[in-house]
């Protein structure tokens, strides 16, 4: 009797050992991808691949937190990129022209900001859909960029901003300043959901809007925070994604960088269900995605064999996960977008 009670801690600790989660999974097939292309991947080794790695997935991890923020409080933002790449263009626009570089910033700050109040006013106030919200408003800020406030789908890095260029086209000990701004980022959004107030609010609605409104939480302004926040995020990897390459192109919102936005997201673990995830799940998810991205480019593969691989690796990260950590019925019945 004694034998067989003294066996059953070590058999739990066992249990919770071998227990994996979608972050672990994931972070276990980054590592695995990683060594593969390693050795048989000519020239993915080199120390200028991995810094174009580390650069191309520092603005990708950027979106992914601002994303994670409206996720894990069971919302979708659609509309990133299209405010990564407007107000930035904007900015870079008027500073050519000879507007103070302050009044520039402000101004491609103040058109994110007024689109992220936007997306949390309709989705929280008037109850639209986050995904059709962010959508719309999505292609209506590109519309904007298109046929009224810039000239041009490309817009030059001007010199004028070249006293803000050190947030992402400059390097530190041989660090690229983009991966630098990342990790300020995600430590920031760290703070903000684990130790502040709001941040914790954002879990529980997420988890249970309407046990959160029962509480007396301020549900519907906190959800329009967390839009506020995403579109801060995606206007500042904006500016640094164009003093990194020093260019902005606004036809990216025409390609698929949302969708590897999300992708990231979901593949790290956070939850479509809400209420579940964090900084680590996205920085894993970017760590995977951006690995598979750079090894695709250098095997020179297609745009829609890329999309095959990312759908494949997506659906067998979630099927993992669901057969080591099945949900309840309570958890699947939440959070239909």
Do not use: C, H
């Not at 990133?80 to 407007?86: E, G, P, Q, S, T």
């Amino acid at each position: 009797m004694n034998t067989t009670a003294s066996l059953l801690p070590k058999e739990k600790t066992a249990a919770k050992i071998i227990k994996l989660d979608q972050q672990t999974i994931v972070f276990l097939i980054f590592i695995i991808i990683f060594i593969a292309f390693s050795i048989f991947l000519p020239g993915f080794l080199n120390t200028g691949n991995l810094v174009n790695i580390l650069r191309s997935i520092s603005v990708l991890g950027m979106l992914g937190l601002g994303m994670a923020v409206v996720v894990i409080g069971r919302g979708i933002d659609l509309s990133m990129v299209a405010i990564l790449a407007v107000p930035t263009a904007l900015t870079m626009t008027l500073a050519s022209t000879g507007v103070d570089l302050g009044l520039a910033l402000i101004a491609g700050v103040a058109l994110a900001i007024a689109f992220g109040l936007l997306n949390g006013l309709l989705t929280a106030y008037a109850e639209v859909p986050a995904l059709l919200t962010t959508l719309a408003t999505g292609l209506g800020l590109a519309g904007i960029g298109q046929s009224g406030i810039l000239q041009f789908d490309v817009v030059p890095w001007p010199d004028q901003l070249n006293p803000i260029e050190w947030i992402g086209g400059t390097t530190l000990f041989g660090i690229p300043s983009s991966v630098i701004s990342f990790a300020v980022v995600a430590i920031a959004v760290s703070v903000f959901l684990k130790r502040t107030k709001l941040g914790l609010f954002i879990y529980a609605i997420g988890d249970n809007p309407n046990a959160a409104r029962t509480t007396g939480m301020p549900v519907r302004p906190v959800m329009v925070l967390q839009y506020l926040i995403a579109a801060l995020i995606a206007v500042f990897a904006g500016l640094v994604m164009a003093s990194s390459s020093a260019v902005m192109d606004t036809r990216i919102y025409n390609l698929s960088l949302i969708y590897n936005v999300v992708l990231v997201v979901v593949l790290g673990g956070v939850g479509l269900s809400g209420g579940r995830g964090g900084v680590w799940n996205v920085i894993v998810g970017t760590l995977l995605v951006g690995t598979i991205l750079n090894g695709m480019t250098i095997l020179n593969f297609s745009y829609d064999a890329q999309n095959l691989v990312k759908g494949v690796i997506l659906l067998m990260a979630i099927a993992i996960d669901s057969v080591l950590n099945p949900r309840n019925e309570e958890t699947a019945q939440q959070g239909d977008i």
